[in-house]
């Protein structure tokens, strides 16, 4: 028997993430400038009532605004994990951060991870439109083959939002991580650059204004577009 190998692939690398601002109707990506964003993003990330928002991510939450601002500091300073604020595009307030992450140019696969949303960001159109610019932006301007999405595996929100972005879903990573002196299962998802133009489609049908109704509720969901042939 022929022993089987997988079939020729372009080996030229993607490019790196820089950092630049990425402009969408509902939301804008900027580069993370503690200077000009930690102020909001601790007003709207603080206190007993959002320590939530912080369950599953590496770090927080954060008792001092000087401690947070730390952290905001050292995330702005590194290359991967690459961070952008997300801003409203009408008034320009920080909404929430997300990186791209284990960047592997060589192999064009890069991950989109450390997605903090606050409360004025969830479940709105924004928080739809800022995957959909990272992942425009990784599939045709960097020239990325695979996105990845990771998540830990008791994280039913974020494995929803994996699924109705358009990710498919890999399988658990039993014991992968030790997070906050916790084990950490991870659930693995990905999206492949032939996958794209047909989750892009879904994506833009579903963000255009004519998709919501004068309340601001959509009129059909994205899943409801992801299957449309």
């Not at 000009?36 to 599953?56: C, F, V």
């Not at 791209?100 to 991870?113: K, Q």
């Not at 255009?208 to 009129?219: H, L, V």
Request: hydrophobic share 40%; proline share 8%.
């Amino acid at each position: 028997m022929t022993p089987q190998v997988g079939p020729p692939v372009d080996p030229a690398p993607a490019k790196l993430p820089q950092r630049i601002t990425i402009e969408g109707r509902y939301v804008t990506l900027v580069p993370l400038e503690p200077s000009k964003h930690a102020s909001a993003l601790w007003e709207a990330t603080r206190g007993p009532e959002n320590e939530g928002l912080w369950r599953y991510l590496f770090d927080g939450p954060y008792n001092q605004f000087a401690e947070f601002e730390s952290a905001l500091q050292k995330k702005a300073s590194t290359n991967d994990p690459l961070f952008f604020t997300i801003l409203d595009t009408g008034d320009g307030r920080p909404l929430g951060y997300a990186s791209l992450m284990r960047i592997e140019p060589a192999h064009r696969v890069i991950e989109v991870g450390s997605i903090m949303y606050t409360p004025a960001l969830q479940r709105t159109a924004g928080a739809t439109e800022a995957m959909y610019l990272l992942a425009r932006h990784i599939f045709e301007d960097l020239g990325y083959r695979r996105y990845e999405w990771k998540c830990d595996a008791f994280n039913a929100p974020s494995r929803r939002a994996a699924l109705r972005f358009g990710y498919q879903f890999e399988g658990i990573f039993r014991q992968h991580m030790i997070v906050k002196r916790r084990n950490r299962d991870t659930a693995w998802f990905s999206m492949l650059d032939s996958e794209w133009p047909a989750r892009k489609a879904a994506f833009e049908a579903w963000l255009a204004p004519e998709n919501f109704d004068s309340e601001g509720k959509q009129r059909m969901s994205l899943d409801k577009f992801r299957s449309m042939p």
